[in-house]
């Protein structure tokens, strides 16, 4: 049985790279975006565990719930 998702390795995530487009430099106003990674970690998570985007654990490698859901 597999255990619980923890995120992607930076190797994983290299899989992933080329198909998210390059990060701004800088935003003129409002929130900042979160990191592509903890975007894909979060969505992946919620594909994986099945759970709702009001429900994603806090902490480094996660994006917020707002994000999640957008």
Known sequence: MAGPFEGLSH?????FEDI???PLDKRE???PHSSF????HTLLYILITGCRCCDVPKGEIW???????R
């Open 11 to 15: 190797l994983e995530w290299s899989l």
């Open 20 to 22: 998210f487009p390059k």
């Open 29 to 31: 106003r409002g929130m």
């Open 37 to 40: 990674p903890y975007v894909l």
């Open 63 to 69: 994006a917020s719930k707002s994000s999640a859901h």
